[in-house]
């Protein structure tokens, strides 16, 4: 199973950050939150602030961990870590990905989201909704 982090980064209104994946990724044109593999030696935390860095140029706190994700899709398992984040600094700038949004939480729902993910967003919007 391939391990997987990724950071649902939250800005100052609240909003949340999704990319969609270009047409030549794996899962061509879903929405993801952005992150990688995790490679030998290092934490899930550095993988993603790697990850972030390399895919979208700026440098991102982890906030808080949410609970892992494990799902299984025709051709392969992932384990889906997820992490919420703030924007530190640096410009955005997108290296991968197609195209990105900044979402308000009614919002989010709307996008064709990869399949691992949508339990995640749920949770989060369980837990923002709790807190309102
Ligand atoms: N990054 C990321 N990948 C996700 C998410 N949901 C989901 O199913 N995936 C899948 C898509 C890919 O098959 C895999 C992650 O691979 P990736 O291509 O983004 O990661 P990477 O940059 O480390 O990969 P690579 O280019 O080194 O092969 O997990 C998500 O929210 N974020």
Not at 24 to 44: A, C, Q, R, V, Y
Not at 68 to 80: C, E, R, S
Not at 104 to 118: Q, R, Y
């Amino acid at each position: 199973m391939i391990q997987v982090t990724c950071a649902l980064i939250v800005d100052d209104q609240n909003r949340l950050f999704a990319a969609q994946r270009s047409e030549s990724m794996n899962l061509p044109l879903k929405w993801e939150f952005p992150g990688g593999k995790i490679e030998p030696d290092e934490t899930t935390q550095e993988c993603l602030i790697r990850e972030i860095f390399e895919e979208l140029n700026i440098t991102i706190k982890i906030v808080k961990d949410l609970p892992t994700n494990i799902h299984n899709y025709p051709t392969f398992a992932i384990a889906l870590i997820p992490f919420v984040c703030n924007y530190v600094s640096g410009e955005l700038i997108l290296k991968e990905h197609a195209q990105f949004k900044w979402l308000h939480k009614n919002e989010l729902l709307d996008l064709d989201w990869a399949e691992a993910d949508i339990p995640i967003l749920h949770h989060y919007l369980n837990l923002i909704n709790a807190k309102s």
